[in-house]
């Protein structure tokens, strides 16, 4: 079992900025990816950014927000600035990688809520 655990969500201004967080623990013997998703009520869950070997961004997103990822502490960041109303929404982390070298794991965070004034 892989557990995902968010923080960093908040209340903040429009214009403003924030960082959330996502550690992994568990059976971990590999990550190959990480990512951040989100979805609005009565909408579809889309991705906003996903980092492996490459970064992979919303266009929604592109600009305002950076993924990054700490290898060595099994944890995905993603950096916000440039807040709007539109990105009020649960923020939920993914990862994707193997409990064993034949095993994968494919694991969800129970998400952090961001929402921006206007």
């Known amino acids: 079992q892989v557990q995902l655990v968010e923080s960093g969500g908040g209340l903040v201004q429009a214009g403003g900025s924030l960082r959330l967080s996502c550690v992994a623990s568990?059976?971990?013997?590999?990550?190959?990816?990480m990512g951040w998703y989100r979805q609005a009520p009565g909408k579809q869950r889309e991705l906003v950014a996903r980092?492996?070997?490459?970064?992979r961004y919303a266009d929604s997103v592109k600009g305002r927000f950076t993924i990054s990822r700490d290898n060595a502490e099994d944890t995905v960041y993603q950096q916000m600035i440039g807040l709007k109303p539109d990105d009020t929404v649960v923020y939920c982390c993914?990862?994707?990688?193997?409990?064993?070298?034949?095993?994968?794991?494919?694991?969800w965070g129970q998400g952090t809520r961001v929402t921006v004034s206007s």
């Open positions: 980092i492996t070997s490459y970064t």
């Open positions: 568990g059976s971990i013997f590999s990550i190959d990816t």
């Open positions: 993914k990862a994707y990688g193997k409990v064993t070298r034949t095993a994968d794991f494919d694991s």
